[in-house]
């Protein structure tokens, strides 16, 4: 059977059927709803004209040239994380001593005693020595004394025993250089003249004015305070 006769007897059988057919596009085309015309197994009827060039997805999707890839999808911009705070300056921690000068000297001397030097030698071990490494490490000795005199001769007892205090603190390794003093006599007194009433001396007076007979350590290092 030629092909002629083929497409003959190919186009008088889908008439029969109630198909207005017609080659399209080298597949069979149902006139009504344009659509390709299958088979039961689902093929598309091709014409004696179809072409790999007629190849579509629907029915030829193995024939179909590969589609072009996707664009990748562009990268996600991650930002930078902002910079970290430059942290503070460390604030210098001051540690603050405060002897009895009762403890350190006898009443109105200036000679350290033996119980004083035990005081200086557990904050020197303690506190004192393990800052004053620090360029920056200062210490601080301030004398103090009660009301009971005139005002030179506490200024001066209080210098000198801010000075008995720094003279056995070098003496015990701390540089001199670091150590400063200041007698402030009795003009910055911690009990109030309502607390220690009376001007004539008495055991009960000196006993009430012990608190303002002192020696006060102020260290400045470099340890940060949080």
Sequence with gaps: MTNKLIKSVLAASLAMA?????????????QQTNAVVKNSYSECWRTG??????AFEECDANLM??????????????????????????KPKIEHFSLQADVLFAFNGDKLSDDGKKALDQITADALAEHVKSIEGTINVEGHTDRIGSDKYNKALSERRAGAVKEYLVSKGL????ITTEGYGKTKPVTKPEDCKGKKVTKK?????????RVEIDLKGTKAVK
């Design 18 to 30: 109630g198909f207005a057919a017609q080659a399209h596009d080298g597949y069979t085309v149902d």
């Design 49 to 54: 004209f179809w072409t790999k060039e007629n």
């Design 65 to 90: 040239p590969p589609k072009p890839a996707a664009a990748p999808a562009p990268a996600p911009v991650v930002e930078a994380p902002a910079p970290a705070p430059a942290p503070a300056p460390a």
């Design 175 to 178: 540089p001199a250089d670091k």
């Design 205 to 213: 007076l000196k006993e009430c004015l012990q608190p303002d007979r």
